[in-house]
């Protein structure tokens, strides 16, 4: 009997076997949002937020802000649509697009770096023609952190006042000419909200080597963030907060080293020695690597120039050339609005150290979640890799920072959205999943 | 003069194959397969020469050919570490391990034969755009070994055999380069080919008629290619970085195996057997790339592996039920060697349980026809390549239908 049902029937069940087949199932993701609401958001800060990158403010930039890639995950748990205010052109808003390119310096030699991207960017006046529509990406390059709260912020006729009052990206997207980005932005009844502001309040100083402009006070600037905070909260939104990350270990003023005057012959040793009064001045040179010769009012010598020191930064904007060929940081001192010195250094760092403390104070006090922006900062400095890549601060090759050194490439801005979504997940008890970096461009080579 | 031929065809239908643990490929005769690839204390036919070359002289025939193909259908799925909506499966191309062996009495003591199979390879794909792109997108590893053996029975108590093994080896790797251009990722490609030598080594001991016990060891192959290939796709501006007819050293090792077998013939229609096989695994530290041009973004690249050595347990049985048809069935647990931390989507190895089928059929009383199905549960588990920052939880999937023919006379 046994032997009989397993001849007929075996080899049927091994013919079966071989068509059955198939690959194993693989479980769909479920997020929820936990105790959040994210159908309506909107997200409100600087040029970080509004999706600049490369010098300018551009369509595909934008759409990979890390305020757009945060809305694209939440839509996983009831995140309804997110409107940017879109440019529409690729060559930017206004001039100063960088692509890598192949630039000649003066001394004949062609090498790959920033080169301006070109093309035809809209310009003034039509760069402030208002979009219509309302938005959720509330990122106004150039904002700092009182700025949101200012009325007459999006004002065009404050765009030609002297000091300029308004700010031509938020012009083109403010629902009048009185109201204030917060005002507005409260005005789409969020349910959720991202602030990532204050960066500017620090940064504007330093990329102007601290000659330019003046670092916001503190008062100024715990001000400012109670106003932003209270407000977005008052109609019982959550939200998300991110500190400011140091500001100094951004390749903007780590690309070019304090040392970076490069002697290879002895000859030009001896002269520069020779020039500078052989020692007096506390000044000397030596074949290799030299500290640069800069201008500094208050040098120690007196005579207002001095040699840079170890921890003083050197603007990305320096005119290259003018070491190469211009004798610029030897024969002459490079001006003092292309230096961050000690001091300026100090003031950015003890700043950036004020306003996170209250940035962290509040949210914690309304019960927000926080993203720790220069923790992230201080771990890039170290280097990343996610699924294979390898991320860091250096400039071009360590892929967090886009061409002008200051703001993110695309997956720069997927490494932070990834941060935020953390941060949203772990104070909400949400699941909303991470993006793939690898899914975003990093910097393009010829 | 047929035979090469058919030798031939067979070879050249042959792509990589994955399935067993780590590399390693376990589809060595039909029946075997469909006694849970038990096989150490087993004399069928020439396939012995494989399972353990002792076994060989045991045969009863005067001459014993077997040849069969075991195309494998495999699938991993790579669901991305929590939260997380990705999740991707490969798409690997079908492989087709396959076996032939030629084996002949000399006198009643004394036997020699030919062995031709593919004990290691993998074949996977997971596509050019899937999220772990930097680290494997493309792998082929195919490894054929001819192995002349000789096999001598000291008394019917007790039989000893050893084959020399000549092992080709080829590998071609594709992944993508962290580096965008004008058209997306770069990428690498590394080919190469070799060849090296090994052994393999065995004892047959039949105490009683019922009872066989047998024990084989075959030696790692460290399969050093020299001067591969090493093709670099990347944007013009980065050419000066790498090199485009760059080459490349590595050493892939096929680890040794050390099997014990056990059967016994419970009666005339029932067999089962137990057999266990530790796989030194260990070999396998770290894949190293080492570039005849470096470059300061070209340095020679150390990938840490750290395999661990397995036992392999496995069981099986027959039951003949005419003199034309016998049944198998049997099935194994294989632990994978890889280590969780550096668990490379290139070599997706899981704890696998097996469970496997098989019959033959005898039309004449010197021709089988055996056939053998093999499914492969690899078990749901957290894995990560830390070095790359790169996981989530890997499954799998293989089916492994085989045919085969035994010719004996």
Same mark, same amino acid.
């Given at each position: 009997?046994?032997?009989?049902?397993?001849?007929?029937?075996?080899?049927?069940?091994?013919?079966?076997?071989?068509?059955?087949?198939?690959?194993?199932?693989?479980?769909?993701?479920?997020?929820?949002?936990?105790?959040?609401?994210?159908?309506?958001?909107?997200?409100? $800060?600087?040029?970080?937020?509004?999706?600049?990158?490369?010098?300018?403010?551009?369509?595909?930039?934008?759409?990979?802000?890390?305020?757009?890639?945060?809305?694209?995950?939440?839509?996983?748990? $009831?995140?309804?649509?997110?409107?940017?205010?879109?440019?529409?052109?690729?060559?930017?808003?206004?001039?100063?697009?960088?692509?890598?390119?192949?630039?000649?310096?003066?001394?004949?030699?062609?090498?790959?770096?920033?080169?301006?991207?070109?093309?035809? &960017?809209?310009?003034?006046?039509?760069?402030?023609?208002?979009?219509?529509?309302?938005?959720?990406?509330?990122?106004?390059?150039? #904002?700092?952190?009182?700025?949101?709260?200012?009325?007459?912020?999006?004002?065009?006729?404050?765009?030609?006042?002297?000091?300029?009052?308004?700010?031509?990206?938020?012009?083109?997207?403010?629902?009048?000419?009185?109201?204030?980005?917060?005002?507005?932005?409260?005005?789409?009844?969020?349910?959720?909200?991202?602030?990532?502001?204050?960066?500017?309040?620090?940064?504007?100083?330093?990329?102007?080597?601290?000659?330019?402009?003046?670092?916001?006070?503190?008062?100024?600037?715990?001000?400012?963030?109670?106003?932003?905070?209270?407000?977005?909260?008052?109609?019982?939104?959550?939200?998300?907060?991110?500190?400011? &990350?140091?500001?100094?270990?951004?390749?903007?003023?780590?690309?070019?080293?304090?040392?970076?005057?490069?002697?290879?012959?002895?000859?030009?040793?001896?002269?520069?020695?020779?020039?500078?009064?052989?020692?007096?001045?506390?000044?000397?040179?030596?074949?290799?690597?030299?500290? %640069?010769?800069?201008?500094?009012?208050?040098?120690?010598?007196?005579?207002?120039?001095?040699?840079?020191?170890? /921890?003083?930064?050197?603007?990305?904007?320096?005119?290259?050339?003018?070491?190469?060929?211009?004798?610029?940081?030897?024969?002459?001192?490079?001006?003092?609005?292309?230096?961050?010195?000690?001091?300026?250094?100090?003031?950015?760092?003890?700043?950036?150290?004020?306003?996170?403390?209250?940035?962290?104070?509040?949210?914690?006090?309304?019960?927000? #979640?926080?993203?720790?922006?220069?923790?992230?900062?201080?771990?890039?400095?170290?280097?990343?890799?996610?699924?294979?890549?390898?991320?860091?601060?250096?400039?071009?090759?360590?892929?967090?920072?886009?061409?002008?050194?200051?703001?993110?490439?695309?997956?720069?801005?997927?490494?932070?959205?990834?941060?935020?979504?953390?941060?949203?997940?772990?104070?909400? $008890?949400?699941?909303?999943?991470?993006?793939?970096?690898?899914?975003?461009?990093?910097?393009?080579?010829? | 003069?047929?035979?090469?031929?058919?030798?031939?065809?067979?070879?050249?239908?042959?792509?990589?194959?994955?399935?067993? $643990?780590?590399?390693?490929?376990?589809?060595? /005769?039909?029946?075997?397969?469909?006694?849970?690839?038990?096989?150490?204390?087993?004399?069928?036919?020439?396939?012995?020469?494989?399972?353990?070359?002792?076994?060989?002289?045991?045969?009863?025939?005067?001459?014993?050919?077997?040849?069969?193909?075991?195309?494998?259908?495999?699938?991993?799925?790579?669901?991305?570490?929590?939260?997380?909506?990705?999740?991707?499966?490969?798409?690997?191309?079908?492989?087709?391990?396959?076996?032939?062996?030629?084996?002949?009495?000399?006198?009643?003591?004394?036997?020699?034969?030919?062995?031709?199979?593919?004990?290691?390879?993998?074949?996977?794909?997971?596509?050019?755009?899937?999220?772990?792109?930097?680290?494997?997108?493309?792998?082929?590893?195919?490894?054929?070994?001819?192995?002349?053996?000789?096999?001598?029975?000291?008394?019917?108590?007790?039989?000893?055999?050893?084959?020399?093994?000549?092992?080709?080896?080829?590998?071609?790797?594709?992944?993508?380069?962290?580096?965008?251009?004008?058209?997306?990722?770069?990428?690498?490609?590394?080919?190469?080919?070799?060849?090296?030598?090994?052994?393999?080594?065995?004892?047959?001991?039949?105490?009683?008629?019922?009872?066989?016990?047998?024990?084989?060891?075959?030696?790692?192959?460290?399969?050093?290619?020299?001067?591969?290939?090493?093709?670099?796709?990347?944007?013009?501006?980065?050419?000066?970085?790498?090199?485009?007819?760059?080459?490349?050293?590595?050493?892939?090792?096929?680890?040794?195996?050390?099997?014990?077998?056990?059967?016994?013939?419970?009666?005339?229609?029932?067999?089962?057997?137990?057999?266990?096989?530790?796989?030194?695994?260990?070999?396998?530290?770290?894949?190293?790339?080492?570039?005849?041009?470096?470059?300061?973004?070209?340095?020679?690249?150390?990938?840490?592996?750290?395999?661990?050595?397995?036992?392999?347990?496995?069981?099986?049985?027959?039951?003949?039920?005419?003199?034309?048809?016998?049944?198998?069935?049997?099935?194994?647990?294989?632990?994978?060697?890889?280590?969780?931390?550096? %668990?490379?989507?290139?070599?997706?190895?899981?704890?696998?349980?097996?469970?496997?089928?098989?019959?033959?059929?005898?039309?004449?009383?010197?021709?089988?026809?055996?056939?053998?199905?093999?499914?492969?549960?690899?078990?749901?588990?957290?894995?990560?390549?830390?070095?790359?920052?790169?996981?989530?939880?890997?499954?799998?999937?293989?089916?492994?239908?085989?045919?085969?023919?035994?010719?004996?006379?």
């Amino acid at each position: 009997m046994k032997k009989n049902f397993l001849s007929k029937y075996f080899p049927l069940l091994l013919m079966l076997l071989v068509v059955a087949a198939c690959e194993p199932k693989v479980d769909e993701f479920k997020a929820t949002p936990g105790s959040a609401d994210f159908s309506k958001y909107v997200s409100l $800060g600087n040029s970080l937020t509004a999706g600049y990158a490369d010098g300018a403010l551009y369509t595909s930039g934008q759409s990979y802000s890390y305020a757009n890639i945060i809305a694209g995950q939440l839509a996983y748990a $009831g995140g309804g649509d997110f409107v940017q205010p879109v440019v529409t052109n690729e060559d930017g808003l206004l001039a100063g697009k960088m692509k890598l390119g192949i630039a000649t310096n003066c001394l004949g030699v062609s090498s790959l770096g920033p080169v301006p991207a070109g093309g035809s &960017p809209t310009g003034l006046p039509g760069a402030v023609t208002p979009v219509g529509y309302a938005v959720n990406n509330f990122g106004v390059p150039g #904002a700092k952190s009182y700025h949101l709260v200012a009325p007459g912020f999006g004002d065009p006729a404050g765009l030609f006042t002297v000091p300029q009052t308004a700010n031509p990206y938020f012009v083109r997207f403010a629902s009048s000419a009185t109201t204030s980005v917060v005002a507005d932005a409260m005005a789409a009844n969020p349910t959720f909200f991202s602030l990532w502001i204050g960066n500017n309040d620090v940064l504007v100083y330093s990329t102007s080597g601290g000659a330019g402009d003046v670092i916001t006070s503190q008062d100024l600037f715990t001000g400012a963030l109670n106003g932003i905070i209270n407000t977005m909260t008052a109609g019982g939104a959550k939200g998300v907060v991110a500190n400011i &990350p140091d500001v100094t270990s951004i390749p903007f003023f780590n690309t070019i080293p304090y040392n970076g005057l490069v002697l290879t012959e002895q000859a030009q040793v001896d002269a520069l020695n020779q020039a500078y009064g052989s020692g007096l001045l506390g000044i000397s040179f030596q074949l290799g690597q030299n500290p %640069f010769v800069i201008a500094d009012a208050t040098s120690p010598n007196g005579v207002g120039i001095r040699q840079l020191k170890a /921890g003083e930064l050197v603007l990305l904007t320096l005119p290259q050339d003018s070491i190469r060929c211009g004798g610029w940081g030897s024969q002459k001192p490079i001006p003092g609005f292309y230096i961050l010195d000690e001091a300026e250094v100090g003031a950015v760092k003890a700043a950036t150290s004020g306003f996170n403390n209250t940035l962290k104070s509040l949210a914690e006090s309304k019960g927000l #979640a926080f993203v720790d922006a220069n923790a992230f900062m201080a771990e890039a400095k170290s280097g990343l890799v996610y699924d294979g890549m390898k991320f860091s601060v250096t400039y071009v090759t360590g892929g967090i920072f886009s061409l002008d050194g200051v703001h993110l490439t695309p997956r720069g801005n997927a490494i932070v959205a990834n941060h935020f979504i953390e941060a949203i997940n772990e104070k909400y $008890g949400a699941t909303i999943p991470l993006v793939n970096v690898g899914d975003y461009p990093g910097i393009v080579f010829p | 003069m047929r035979k090469s031929i058919v030798l031939l065809a067979i070879l050249a239908l042959v792509a990589g194959y994955t399935f067993a $643990g780590g590399y390693q490929v376990g589809l060595h /005769g039909q029946k075997q397969i469909g006694m849970g690839l038990i096989g150490t204390s087993l004399s069928l036919d020439a396939s012995s020469m494989f399972y353990n070359p002792g076994g060989l002289s045991f045969m009863k025939p005067s001459f014993s050919f077997a040849a069969g193909i075991s195309p494998i259908r495999s699938f991993t799925t790579f669901t991305k570490t929590a939260p997380s909506a990705y999740n991707a499966t490969t798409d690997n191309p079908l492989g087709t391990p396959f076996y032939f062996y030629g084996a002949a009495k000399i006198t009643d003591k004394l036997s020699a034969g030919l062995a031709v199979n593919t004990p290691y390879g993998n074949s996977l794909s997971w596509g050019n755009s899937w999220d772990g792109r930097y680290l494997i997108q493309e792998l082929s590893l195919r490894a054929i070994f001819f192995q002349p053996t000789l096999s001598y029975k000291i008394n019917d108590m007790i039989a000893i055999g050893a084959g020399l093994v000549y092992a080709t080896g080829k590998f071609d790797l594709t992944k993508a380069l962290p580096v965008t251009g004008a058209n997306g990722d770069g990428s690498v490609n590394l080919s190469g080919s070799t060849a090296e030598l090994g052994f393999n080594a065995g004892v047959m001991v039949k105490p009683t008629e019922a009872l066989s016990i047998g024990v084989d060891f075959r030696s790692k192959v460290m399969m050093d290619v020299e001067g591969a290939d090493a093709t670099f796709t990347v944007p013009a501006s980065l050419a000066g970085n790498f090199p485009a007819s760059n080459k490349v050293t590595t050493t892939l090792p096929l680890p040794a195996n050390l099997d014990l077998g056990v059967s016994y013939q419970i009666n005339e229609d029932l067999m089962i057997g137990l057999g266990l096989n530790y796989v030194f695994w260990s070999v396998y530290d770290s894949l190293i790339f080492d570039f005849e041009t470096n470059t300061p973004a070209l340095p020679d690249s150390r990938n840490p592996r750290q395999y661990d050595n397995k036992l392999i347990v496995r069981l099986g049985g027959e039951y003949t039920i005419s003199d034309k048809l016998a049944v198998r069935a049997g099935g194994y647990y294989d632990p994978s060697p890889v280590n969780k931390e550096f %668990f490379s989507p290139e070599t997706p190895s899981l704890n696998n349980l097996g469970l496997t089928l098989g019959l033959s059929y005898m039309p004449v009383e010197k021709l089988s026809i055996d056939l053998s199905f093999l499914y492969i549960m690899g078990m749901e588990g957290e894995r990560q390549y830390t070095p790359d920052n790169f996981g989530g939880t890997y499954e799998s999937r293989v089916y492994i239908p085989g045919f085969g023919l035994t010719y004996n006379f």
